[in-house]
């Protein structure tokens, strides 16, 4: 689930609120292309969505008993031990400017729509009791995320991955089951542009993980949706790696080409591992 998820986060942020004709002329699926204006960012690299969902996956498993001070550590030690921009500018400034789990928690406005709890909550679906993936996946979403906008796109992200990891139903009912779980309208397709709020993302996922066979054509389609289309494919690519449905086919280049370093490939890789080990 980890290598997909990060490889749909380092594709998609190459096409980050990219125009339109960028989107059409460029999005194959076959190699990671350099973002127009985002040029801290390299192909290959991912952004804060894996980076942070790098953090939820060691936190399952390393810890037996979750809280915001936790959680709030482990999101700040996965930035300060390999900074890199892709953050939203004011949250970025904010890790920036925080040393400790306590002084993120006492000076965190935890009032975003946004995103960014959603995008880091796939990793939670591994556990096998659902009301404790709705549970853990509220808890860390209040640490940044205390909306119920907010709360509610990790709810649904963290859904994705857990129906098809213990395989709940057909594809085709992915968001039939998560209206029936969480506030929303998850099981309406998705047309058009994502903005920023973490429901709009999760929802184009959803519809794009429904509508497509394969991790290829899901990946595509996250990204013609244009806008936010590295936390779409991020949330998409998570939960469709886990399904028996969908056709395992992402090019070997996109594997190959993932960053590697301290927290690239080889770390994704082993902690993957040891977060599927956790599935009953
Ligand atoms: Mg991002």
């Known amino acids: 689930m980890l290598l997909e998820l990060a490889i749909g986060d380092a594709y ?24 127009p204006r985002h040029t801290s960012i390299l192909p290959g690299q991912y952004t804060d969505d894996a980076q942070m969902a790098i953090a939820v996956a060691e936190v399952l498993v390393t810890e037996s008993h979750w809280s915001e001070d936790i959680l709030a550590g482990y999101f700040l ?12 500018k004011g949250f970025y ?15 965190i406005r935890p009032d975003s729509e946004k995103s960014g709890a959603a995008m880091r909550a796939s990793p939670i679906g591994v556990i096998a009791d659902e009301r404790q993936v709705i549970e853990y996946s509220a808890l860390q979403a209040k640490v940044t995320h205390n ?14 991955t857990h129906y098809f990891i213990y395989d709940l139903g057909p594809k085709q009912d992915l968001g039939e089951y998560i209206a029936s779980k969480v506030p929303g309208d998850w099981n309406s397709p998705w047309k058009g542009k994502v903005g920023a709020l973490g429901v709009d993302s999760t929802r ?3 519809t794009a993980v429904i509508t497509e066979n394969d991790l290829k054509s899901i990946l595509l389609k996250c990204i013609a949706y244009t806008g936010d289309t590295d936390t779409i494919a991020t949330i998409a690519l998570a939960a469709a790696a886990c399904s028996k449905e969908v056709d395992k086919n992402l090019p070997q280049s996109l594997y190959g080409n993932l960053e590697r370093g301290a927290y690239g490939y080889d770390y994704i890789e082993t902690l993957d591992k040891k977060l599927m080990a956790l599935v009953k």
């Open 204 to 206: 184009a996922a959803i």
């Open 12 to 35: 998609g942020a190459g096409f980050e609120y990219a125009s339109n004709q960028i989107v059409r002329e460029n999005n194959r699926g076959e190699r990671y292309f350099q973002h």
């Open 93 to 107: 400034d904010f890790l920036c400017s925080v040393d400790t789990a306590e002084e993120f928690l006492a000076r």
């Open 147 to 160: 909306t119920p906008l907010g709360v509610n796109a990790a709810l649904a992200a963290a859904l994705m």
């Open 77 to 88: 030690n996965a930035f300060k031990r390999d900074q890199r921009e892709g953050y939203a």
